[in-house]
């Protein structure tokens, strides 16, 4: 480690010497990365982030190749009476079904076709059941009206009562269908009416989203829509709205939310260094360093994600910390009356070798994450420590330089900026050490006992913005149509074993019964009953009898009952070419060949993470008789991998991060116990950062709980600069603690404010990385600041009194007091 702290100073002493080569190289490699990063875009579609090898990816891939898209372009017109509403329907659905981008469009409810054909779903042994009933009904109806008949105790008639056959139909996908009266999706209390038009690609191609969107909108903005009515007006929602709206949203909060942090990041440097040039000269590396990641990112990966894209922020921060340190260790040198040049080495000298050790170890600390297989945390990873290697690099190229210049143009640091007053509270720690340490001691304890609180937020609703317009407008669709809009697909090869699925799906939701989350399972086979010749002869029978039912005996309610049974069983059998177009076409793949397709409408809400993984559970335990997966495909089995994942890589990135950043520390500071007190303070940090979650109502999810390991990596350098001053022989505890204490603050504050850039973001699950981290970084910064010195004292102090010899020894010259007869050094 010495030797690559002298190299460290002696780099920097050469380009402070030659400064016009070392930044005419950093900005031919700063102008090469911008042109590069110039193509990189955003993708916040959440398939993309995970392994192709993954059963839903591969299977959301097979889907897309037969069957297309899975969701909806869903044109809601509101706004008018019901019969405006009917004619704006069929005015625009032929117009819609003609874009070229649309498969086909539902206009109307198939609720009618299935309710007159409602008694074909039935077993032939419940139509005879039908059958018996009413024959026994009109039995008795001729006793009571035989006058001659004479009971001989008094009866109730047979019930023309059918519910418990209702009940036990109840889940079939003809049933479900038929549930929802009108021929329309239409309320006409909110005076709302939906249409549904199919694209042919997935919404996971944004780039067709905007296209197929784009051409719905421009074909609504063209229709004379006065003809409605005088309020009326059209919007659109969907599945592919909603992913355009959310991009929409990131893209809006990465540049909403980088230029704020670096406001902020600027104003707190102009205050930190009061001096304009020191804020050029720390901010100029960053920058040049976020050029270089950049164009490594386009050249490696092409595109960031929902995390990466807020990573020049972050990194910006996380970037300036280095700075603050070296530059703030370099005036200091120049104000006790060092060169330039003199006090460039010395200052990358030993806090460069701090400020390579931390870089390192953060970078190290981020390629653990980036082992994980969930891509938004693997390629985090990846960048976040190839960046923190690269501004390490570019603050040795760029700061020397530009310090030599700086000197050559004759600057010389004011006062201000060379000068540290002496802490207040440095002496407090000094004086009252042992209370500091044992209140802190008291205070983590009870924290520490609350940290079982802590939970994981399955809720993927949660980290959505629910409120963006077409979010709440989605809702209503959803409770117009009657069920879930974005079914899970089970692919099947054959007609045989699809209704061989079918019939499986069945089995296991009754099995589970009221635990189920299927709400029903449809395709053209379950579609298209079975033996209807032989139970169209049982309904012939059952329309005889319903011709002798005497009708003016009968209760309103029974009346109906049999005018509804009469044209049901009038209705003659149905193959699948007599299904209502709109109900075909969903079961029919990209090559117009029908079939293959199991639609799993799922009865628990999508957004919930832990049904959903129940769901996956479900679908893909039913099975298939040769033994193979199921091969369902759907978000919802998507988010139920992201889950599973998460949850099971956690711990392993955690006891990695950990055990990498440890054997790191050791091997770069030369000891296991000087590794171990440097990482205490993180530990203890992160301890009570899991006490505070729960008192302020914070909860991990699949998104923020990369925070762990990413405060592990970020975190350690403040006690790495803390000790390696603090250990020199000869230090002044209230000297060392002013000058390194106030960078050890601007470093966590620049950190802070980089990840702080994602509270102003809208997105939720954006929002609670940037708050967990800011916590994280607020306890950090009080544990530094306050308990860990206050610890260093009193380790200290044991310490001296164990070895009084080595006290002597281990100073040239007598030591300094406090007044108080305390040591001021922490050996």
Not at 60 to 73: I, M, S
Request: proline share 5%.
């Amino acid at each position: 480690m010495g030797r690559v702290e002298r190299a460290l100073g002696a780099a920097a002493a050469h380009h402070h010497r030659r400064p016009v080569v070392a930044l005419l190289l950093a900005l031919v490699l700063a102008m090469g990365g911008g042109f590069l990063a110039r193509g990189l875009h955003l993708n916040a579609n959440l398939v993309d982030l995970l392994p192709s090898s993954f059963e839903s990816v591969q299977d959301l891939r097979e889907l897309e190749r037969r069957f297309g898209a899975l969701g909806w372009v869903a044109v809601v017109g509101e706004g008018a009476d019901p019969e405006a509403l009917k004619r704006f329907a069929d005015d625009l659905a032929p117009k819609l079904e003609a874009l070229p981008g649309i498969r086909f469009v539902e206009a109307q409810r198939p609720g009618a076709f299935f309710r007159d054909r409602a008694l074909y779903f039935l077993s032939e042994e419940d139509l005879r059941e039908v059958h018996r009933r009413l024959e026994a009904r009109l039995q008795w109806e001729q006793q009571q009206a035989n006058p001659l008949y004479v009971p001989l105790v008094e009866e109730e008639p047979p019930s023309l009562d059918f519910s418990d056959l209702e009940r036990k139909y109840a889940g079939g996908a003809g049933q479900r269908l038929s549930t929802r009266e009108g021929d329309y999706y239409l309320d006409e209390r909110q005076r709302r009416i939906v249409l549904l038009a199919k694209p042919d690609t997935t919404s996971a191609d944004l780039g067709f989203s905007r296209k197929v969107t784009d051409e719905v909108r421009g074909l609504l903005a063209a229709q004379d829509l006065s003809q409605y009515g005088p309020g009326f007006q059209v919007d659109l929602t969907g599945t592919f709205q909603k992913k355009l709206d959310q991009q929409k949203q990131i893209a809006r909060d990465i540049g909403v939310a980088s230029a704020v942090a670096t406001s902020l990041m600027l104003l707190y440097l102009l205050f930190h260094f009061r001096s304009a040039l020191a804020v050029g000269l720390v901010l100029t590396p960053v920058g040049v360093g976020l050029a270089w990641t950049y164009g490594l990112v386009a050249l490696v990966f092409g595109e960031v994600n929902l995390l990466t894209g807020f990573l020049g922020a972050i990194l910006g921060g996380l970037g300036l910390e280095h700075g603050i340190h070296l530059l703030g260790r370099y005036l200091h040198l120049r104000g006790e009356g060092h060169t330039s040049e003199a006090a460039t080495r010395a200052a990358f000298t030993h806090t460069g070798g701090a400020a390579l050790v931390s870089a390192l170890v953060a970078a190290l600390t981020f390629f653990v994450l980036g082992t994980s297989r969930f891509r938004a945390f693997r390629e985090f990873g990846v960048i976040a420590g190839v960046g923190m290697v690269v501004l390490i690099a570019a603050y040795v190229l760029v700061l020397p330089a530009m310090l030599g210049l700086a000197s050559r143009w004759g600057w010389t640091p004011r006062r201000a900026s060379v000068t540290t007053a002496r802490s207040p509270m440095g002496h407090l720690l000094l004086r009252r050490r042992r209370v500091v340490t044992v209140l802190s001691a008291v205070v983590l304890l009870g924290l520490l006992s609350q940290a079982g609180r802590v939970r994981f937020d399955f809720d993927f609703g949660s980290l959505e913005d629910q409120d963006l317009p077409s979010f709440v407008l989605d809702r209503e669709v959803n409770r117009l149509i009657g069920y879930s809009q974005t079914p899970v697909v089970v692919l099947t090869g054959s007609p045989q074993e699809e209704q061989a699925m079918v019939e499986r799906l069945h089995a296991r939701q009754r099995e589970r019964g009221e635990d189920s989350t299927i709400d029903f399972v449809a395709s053209l086979s379950s579609l298209v009953p079975a033996e209807q010749p032989r139970k169209q002869r049982v309904l012939q029978d059952i329309s005889r009898l319903l011709e002798r039912v005497p009708e003016e005996r009968l209760e309103p309610r029974q009346r109906e009952q049999v005018d509804a049974l009469r044209r049901q069983a009038a209705s003659p059998p149905f193959t699948r070419d007599d299904l209502p177009p709109s109900v075909r076409q969903q079961f029919v793949g990209r090559q117009g060949a029908p079939g293959g397709f199991v639609m799993v409408y799922p009865s628990v809400d999508q957004s919930d993470g832990m049904a959903v993984r129940a769901l996956a559970r479900e679908i893909r335990g039913a099975g298939t008789p040769d033994g193979t997966r199921v091969s369902a495909a759907g978000e919802s089995m998507v988010m139920a991998d992201i889950l599973d994942m998460v949850t099971r890589e956690a711990p392993l990135i955690l006891g990695g991060t950990t055990l990498a950043v440890l054997l790191a520390m050791w091997l770069t500071l030369g000891g296991l116990r000087i590794a171990l007190l440097c990482m205490a303070p993180t530990v203890v940090s992160l301890a009570a950062l899991l006490g505070l979650m729960p008192l302020l109502g914070l909860d991990f999810n699949y998104l923020n709980i990369l925070v762990i390991p990413v405060l592990i990596g970020t975190t350690v350098d403040a006690g790495v600069h803390l000790l390696t001053r603090l250990s020199s022989p000869g230090q002044d505890f209230v000297s060392v603690y002013s000058e390194t204490g106030k960078a050890i603050c601007g470093g966590l504050l620049t950190s802070a404010m980089g990840f702080g850039a994602l509270f102003l973001a809208d997105h939720p699950g954006l929002n609670s990385i940037g708050a967990l981290a800011n916590l994280g970084f607020a306890t950090n910064l009080l544990i530094m600041l306050v308990a860990f010195p206050a610890l260093l004292l009193v380790l200290s102090e044991r310490r001296l009194k164990r070895h009084p010899a080595r006290k002597e020894s281990r100073k040239p010259e007598p030591p300094r007091h406090s007044g108080r007869g305390e040591p001021t050094h922490a050996s």
